[in-house]
Nanobody, 120 residues
Framework: VQLQASGGGLVQTGGSLRLSCLASGFNLGHYAMAWFRQAPGKEREGVSCISTSGGNRFYVGRFIVSRDNSKNTVYLQMNNLRPEDTAVYYC??????????????????WGQGTQVTVSS
C-alpha cells in the first residue's frame, strides 16, 4: 500500500488549494479515505473523510473530500483558507468502507504529507 499526497503550497488568506492523494497497492474503491493535518506544536487531527459511497464525514472544519476511483485518487478541496489551516496534511486509508471516528488507530496506511501554508 502506498499513498502519495501532493498539491500543498503557500496561499494567501481566502485562497484555495486542492490536495491530491494517489493510492496504489490496493483497491481504493473498497475503503473509506480521510485527510488529517498536523499544525506546528499540535497533535494530528482528522479533517474530513469520504466513504466508499461518496458521503463526507467532517471531523473538523469545512473541507470537502472527493474521490475518483478510476484514477486511484482522493482529493481535498480547501476553500477560503485561513492562517489556522496551516499544517502538514496527510491522507490515510481506513480499515472500513464507512468513515470511522477520527482515531488514528482506525487508519492503517498513511501518506507522507504535504505542507499547506496560509499567509495572513
Amino acid at each position: 500500500v502506498q499513498l502519495q499526497a501532493s498539491g500543498g503550497g503557500l496561499v494567501q488568506t481566502g485562497g484555495s488549494l486542492r490536495l491530491s492523494c494517489l493510492a496504489s497497492g490496493f483497491n481504493l474503491g473498497h475503503y473509506a479515505m480521510a485527510w488529517f493535518r498536523q499544525a506546528p506544536g499540535k497533535e494530528r487531527e482528522g479533517v474530513s473523510c469520504i466513504s466508499t459511497s461518496g458521503g463526507n464525514r467532517f471531523y473538523v472544519g469545512r473541507f470537502i473530500v472527493s474521490r475518483d476511483n478510476s484514477k486511484n485518487t482522493v482529493y481535498l478541496q480547501m476553500n477560503n483558507l485561513r492562517p489556522e489551516d496551516t499544517a502538514v496534511y496527510y491522507c490515510a486509508k481506513s480499515e472500513y468502507s464507512d468513515c470511522p471516528p477520527s482515531l488514528e488507530s482506525l487508519f492503517d496506511s498513511w501518506g507522507q504529507g504535504t505542507q499547506v501554508t496560509v499567509s495572513s
